[in-house]
């Protein structure tokens, strides 16, 4: 099994910022991928960013040039630095790994609880 536990979220105003945190553990064999994504309601769930073990990263349109998706491999640890957040950044955001676990080795797609982010003066 594989756990992961999400931390940072919370109220802030507009334009302020937040780091999200994601650390992975259990019998992980390799992680090939951490991201994060996030549910508005109403919405559907959609990838916010994303960062290979490779170091490439993926960023959606509404969020570059303002968050950040970095990792530690060591803590096996995903970040999300949210800077200059709006109100329509607001939503649960979910973290994502994509991890082979084990042995016996098993490939398979792991979600954390959520973490509310709420943007709002």
């Known amino acids: 099994q594989v756990q992961l536990v999400e931390s940072g979220g919370g109220l802030v105003q507009p334009g302020q910022s937040l780091r999200l945190s994601c650390t992975a553990s259990?019998?992980?064999?390799?992680?090939?991928?951490m991201g994060w994504y996030r549910q508005a309601p109403g919405k559907q769930r959609e990838l916010v960013a994303r960062i290979t073990d490779i170091g490439n990263t993926d960023l959606a349109d509404s969020v570059k040039g303002r968050f950040t998706i970095s990792r530690d491999n060591g803590k096996n640890t995903v970040y999300l630095q949210m800077n200059r957040l709006k109100p329509e950044d607001t939503a649960v955001y979910y973290c994502n790994v994509a991890a082979v676990r084990g042995p016996p080795f098993s490939r398979g797609d792991y979600w954390g609880q959520g973490t509310q982010v709420t943007v709002s003066s």
């Open positions: 259990g019998s992980i064999f390799s992680i090939k991928s």
